[in-house]
């Protein structure tokens, strides 16, 4: 049977199951596994079990990886939740595909703006409404329904999969890492390629493929005055205050223009080669819709391209908030003793995460110099994730190209993305092998945002171009 005869059988076969992949999405989202909650880190493990459950239904060798403990903020220990490994299938005949994804959600309750409750999957015009139903538990199930799938067509798989499911992606992948590196010479040893399906297209029409992420470097600018918090009347206009300090140094970091103010940031940035802008021209962009997903009147930059490279290509500051200053309802007229600064700066290629802490922290002494406050300053990075670029002409990204034409009919755009997912550079330098970024859900889709949906249609449509995917991966 040609692959043509097959992906029709398999996909009318997903279309007719279309209930049931809803139905266990909704099981999913039922379970409120949110890592950043430690007093509801037994729902973390209930979908741990559920999960390791239908993979050991589906006949996934299944293997539960501790990685170790947290300590959470009053001090005490718990237990991270566990790593799931699978394994399906062990021919040494066949390629081997290694499928990342995570079970854990970002925190949600009605009271935050939610129109539905968040962990009840709720239908609506097409989409599903609930946390965690992009992001990543649709994603991570499609994998799994594929699977069924070609059990019930009695279809042998085409290739040998392995997955590496964890619950702590959400707070920071906490144990990943180590684990990853424990397992190169042995889970990890026989990987062919790796997949991950933890992001999302450009727009809400054209599906893209993604070969490159921005890293991230978090730092806190601390500013501390006096031994206590001070009466404005009394000491107001007598002393260098705190907040006064912080928010001059802030203003010094980036200008109204996004362009960073630190000397020297952008001297390891890549240069911009004629062969990589051609691949910005063709790319699909509304600039009117990513305005109105940002809820804003107009960007910075006014061309799809120098937009699509600020996002990508260029690294950016933003500025996250203050800790310790006054931010209740009312008048308070307290000069606080002690203020942090929380910002960010998202790197590129070739930024090297060690000279950019340098660089900000030489920026911060030479401002105060200027100032000549004796308040106490220091900035410290608090943590850092390198950033992430593969080769978009791979045999990996072109069978995912081929997959994606034989779903939607059209090539997928070859995009980077500016978000940071650091793991997956840890999978690319244990394994050696080329990672595809493989999203499905649409832009619109408010991962990490109140009433997060996923279309109904990228759910079944993804879980397609996956089936398609496996066979065009072994055909290399």
Not at 41 to 63: A, F, I, N, Q, Y
Not at 202 to 209: I, M, Q, S, V
Request: glycine share 8%.
């Amino acid at each position: 049977m040609s692959n043509n005869d097959f992906n029709t059988r398999l996909f009318k076969h997903l279309d007719d199951h279309q209930k049931d992949y809803i139905q266990r999405l909704s099981d999913a989202v039922s379970i409120p596994s949110v890592s950043a909650w430690p007093e509801h880190r037994h729902e973390v493990v209930r979908m741990v079990d559920w999960t390791k459950s239908l993979l050991e239904k589906l006949g996934v060798k299944v293997e539960l990886s501790d990685v170790g403990k947290q300590k959470i903020a009053d001090g005490k220990e718990i237990d991270l939740p566990n790593v799931i490994l699978g394994t399906y299938g062990n021919d040494k005949a066949k390629k081997t595909v290694l499928i990342y994804g995570h079970l854990d959600v970002q925190p949600a309750q009605v009271s935050d703006g939610w129109d539905t409750e968040p962990f009840v999957l709720t239908e609506k015009n097409g989409k599903l409404f609930g946390r965690g139903s992009t992001d990543d538990k649709g994603p991570v199930l499609s994998w799994l329904n594929v699977i069924e799938a070609y059990q019930q067509l009695n279809e042998p798989f085409p290739v040998n999969v392995k997955f590496c499911l964890e619950s702590m992606e959400e707070y920071g992948s906490e144990g990943l890492e180590d684990l990853l590196k424990s397992l190169k010479n042995t889970f990890l040893s026989d990987v062919d390629f790796v997949v991950i399906s933890d992001s999302y297209w450009l727009g809400k029409e054209k599906p893209c493929l993604q070969y490159g992420l921005r890293g991230i470097c978090y730092f806190f600018l601390d500013v501390e005055c006096s031994t206590k918090d001070l009466h404005s009347g009394c000491f107001g206009g007598t002393i260098h205050e705190a907040m006064t300090d912080l928010i001059a140094l802030m203003s010094t970091l980036v200008d109204d223009q996004g362009h960073i103010l630190i000397d020297g940031v952008y001297d390891e940035v890549a240069p911009l080669l004629p062969e990589e802008e051609q691949l910005y021209k063709p790319i699909t962009f509304d600039t009117k819709a990513y305005c109105s997903e940002a809820g804003v009147e107009k960007t910075i930059q006014k061309e799809k391209e120098q937009i699509l490279m600020h996002r990508w290509r260029y690294p950016s500051l933003s500025l996250h908030g203050i800790q310790g200053a006054f931010d209740g309802v009312g008048c308070k007229t307290v000069i606080p003793r002690h203020v942090i600064g929380k910002f960010s700066i998202r790197i590129v290629p070739n930024m090297k995460i060690a000279t950019l802490e340098k660089l900000v922290e030489k920026h911060i002494q030479n401002i105060m110099k200027e100032r000549k406050s004796p308040n106490k300053v220091s900035v410290k990075l608090e943590h850092g994730g390198d950033y992430w670029v593969a080769d978009p002409n791979n045999p990996q990204y072109i069978a995912a190209r081929k997959a994606t034409v034989a779903v939607h009919g059209i090539e997928p755009d070859l995009t980077r993305e500016g978000g940071s997912i650091p793991i997956t550079l840890t999978f690319q330098e244990q394994t050696g092998k080329n990672v595809l970024l493989l999203p499905i859900g649409a832009s619109d889709d408010g991962a990490h945002s109140q009433n997060e949906k996923f279309d109904i249609i990228n759910y079944m449509n993804g879980m397609k171009v996956m089936g398609a995917y496996f066979q065009e991966i072994a055909k290399l």
